[in-house]
């Protein structure tokens, strides 16, 4: 089995002991150097308008005051020399080389990933106490930063009133450790912590997402209404005379709860469908730079031409890819979107949906499947794979 870093346990029984149950501190997770990325770097992505990024000082003319991006020269001369923070978001996908430390984490699924961010501090920096509602492994690149958290979660966390920041009104530490360059924390959701810079670092936070109820109940009944099923109306063959005829009665309501139950379990075939839209939905953030590659659709032709002559496509790394197959049918998902293809393709899916680049050998194995072959013409179209001598 295949083990969890260098803690001794395998990635199973790291997910059994310890994923959403208590947090773990992981010493020399990933040899040193961890990133060739600098400070200076970060700041140069933090100029960028299309990426997202903040500053946060807790001295500033408020309590921890929250300013967004993007910055320029002009506003990092301003910052005092300590207490503060600069925070990117999504630097796996703005930076490709950090891709590389996400591949130990492929033993969760790719589309409970969010996100690296990535944060610079000089002495004294952090964000202030807090809760996060999703998992987090939280890698020291450089420099040492001071962690406190809590021993149990946060069932109902009170934050401060003074800052836009979800900054903790009380927060007294459990456990605390200093990590050092390759060290990492795991905090599974609603764990109160703390990180304090000791001298000036980088810190990485992977961060998962996870659908909420709502989000998903969202697009499972949209994904009912493009079927133009569960038309199924209210019912009420076993009642009894009122006494108000404008009271919605107990026995109504629980009428009203076991339609919507009822058409959940009868529609349950549609779940993956739904599930596999939500997950893979771009970032509103992300968008813009997401359709830089957009284009029109070739044809079958055109892309044994194109192949043949030893090209490659990339993938898009903005946009989110998943799949699913049951007994019956094969999904692609990307972006959103939801795409049929042959059932045979299943195993064929899990490859194109994890490769960076498409070969000519790939394509040879993609056009097997007319309907996976046609659908990769769409996917070209809407720029999750395009061909970069296209846009130099």
Known sequence: MTAFFNTGLTQQQFLDEYWQKKPLVIRQAFPLPVSDLTQEDLAAFAGEIEIESRLIQEFGERPWQLQHGPFDEDDFAALPETHWT???????????????????????????????????????????????????????????????????????????????????????????????????????????????????????????????????????????????????????????????????????????????LKTINENSGFMALAAGRLVTETKSTLQELADEFITDKPTLVELDGRFNNGEYLQRNGYLRFAWHNDAATAYLFVAGEAYFVELAAGETLSWLTTKSQLDQKDWQQLRKYPALADVCCELVAEGAFYWPEDFI
Not at 195 to 202: I, K
Not at 204 to 226: I, M, N, W, Y
Not at 248 to 260: G, T, W
């Open 86 to 260: 600069l925070l990117v978001q999504d630097m796996d996908k703005h930076y490709p080389p950090l891709q590389k430390l996400l591949i130990d984490f492929d033993f969760i699924a790719d589309w409970r990933r969010d996100d690296v961010m990535i944060s610079y501090a000089p002495e004294g920096g952090s964000v202030g106490p807090h809760t996060d509602s999703y998992d987090v492994f939280l890698l020291q690149a450089q420099g040492t930063r001071h962690w406190q958290i809590s021993d149990k979660p946060l069932a109902n966390a009170v934050f401060r009133d003074d800052t836009d920041l979800r900054i903790l009104q009380q927060f007294s530490a459990d456990q605390q450790w200093d990590l050092h360059p390759g060290d990492m924390l795991y905090l599974p959701p609603h764990y109160a912590h703390h990180g304090v810079a000791l001298n000036p670092c980088l810190t990485f936070s992977v961060g998962f997402r996870a659908p909420s109820q709502l989000q998903l109940l969202d697009v499972f009944s949209h994904t009912l209404q493009e079927q133009d099923i569960a038309e199924q109306l209210y019912a009420d063959a076993d009642i009894s005379t009122v006494s108000s005829s404008t009271e919605i009665d107990d026995s109504a309501v629980k009428r009203f709860q076991n339609l919507l």
